[in-house]
């Protein structure tokens, strides 16, 4: 399968604890963004790289949040000290960009956390 | 004003008719713009982008952009069953992808 993977697909976690999501990328996709989704809501987006250099984080995002992306292929999404408005799915997508191309972004099938 | 509008819907259309979809943004310097199909508990899956105003055909698919009016739309030729789902716009804006919320669609068999 040579699409976006994310692991774990579902995780289920106390009040409190902290929880870490990974994702693979498309091979050879410089770009990779994390986006959280709630019910009835579109994917807001997070925060994202290219390559290994994280280029912005959404300004909302709490920073109990932390995203790398350390040789600029897989990346990981931490949340510490989850909190029950955290319960969301989390989508990660990647693409490839380069000088007047489109941002066409392919996203993975999500991680569904579930705070307690 | 939100960045991009969509109307939740449920849209109930029956099957074999043209499903229109809308969407509206407020960024007039948004370049790209997006249209995703999500299945409920599943993620959103790419079905066209469109950067140039007017029509953009991709088999039962349709894209139009209107950009001085801030208007794109989705068409769906012969609507069946396995259409029924939620249709995200998504519009660029800087180096990342709005999304709206979405509207649901309900394809009437």
């Known amino acids: 399968d040579t699409g976006v993977s994310q692991d774990p697909r579902h995780k289920i976690t106390k009040r409190g604890q902290n929880v870490t999501f990974r994702c693979d990328p498309i091979?050879?996709?410089?770009?990779l963004y994390w986006y959280r989704q709630t019910l009835g809501q579109g994917p807001e987006f997070l925060t994202y790289?290219?390559?290994?250099?994280?280029?912005?984080k959404s300004r909302l995002l709490s920073d109990r949040f932390s995203a790398e992306r350390p040789k600029g292929s897989f990346s990981t999404l931490e949340i510490q000290r989850t909190e029950q408005g955290d319960s969301a799915m989390y989508l990660c997508?990647?693409?490839?960009?380069?000088?007047?191309?489109?941002?066409?972004?392919?996203f993975g099938p999500g991680t569904r956390l579930t705070v307690l | 004003q939100k960045e991009v509008e969509q109307n939740s819907g449920p849209l109930s259309v029956p099957e074999g008719a043209i499903a229109s979809l809308n969407c509206t943004y407020s960024?007039?310097?948004?370049?790209?713009f997006f249209w995703y199909r999500q299945y409920s508990g599943k993620s959103p899956e790419l079905i066209m982008f469109?950067?140039?105003?007017g029509d953009k055909e991709d088999g039962r698919f349709t894209a139009q952009l209107n950009k001085a009016s801030q208007y794109v739309s989705l068409l769906i030729r012969d609507s069946q069953p396995s259409d029924s789902a939620t249709y995200l716009c998504?519009?660029?804006?800087?180096?990342?992808?709005?999304f709206g919320k979405g509207t649901r669609l309900h394809i009437l068999p």
């Open positions: 997508a990647s693409s490839f960009i380069q000088l007047l191309s489109t941002d066409t972004q392919y």
């Open positions: 091979s050879e996709h410089n770009r």
């Open positions: 790289f290219q390559n290994e250099a994280q280029l912005e």
């Open positions: 960024d007039r310097g948004s370049q790209s």
């Open positions: 469109i950067y140039s105003n």
């Open positions: 998504a519009v660029n804006r800087d180096d990342k992808i709005i």
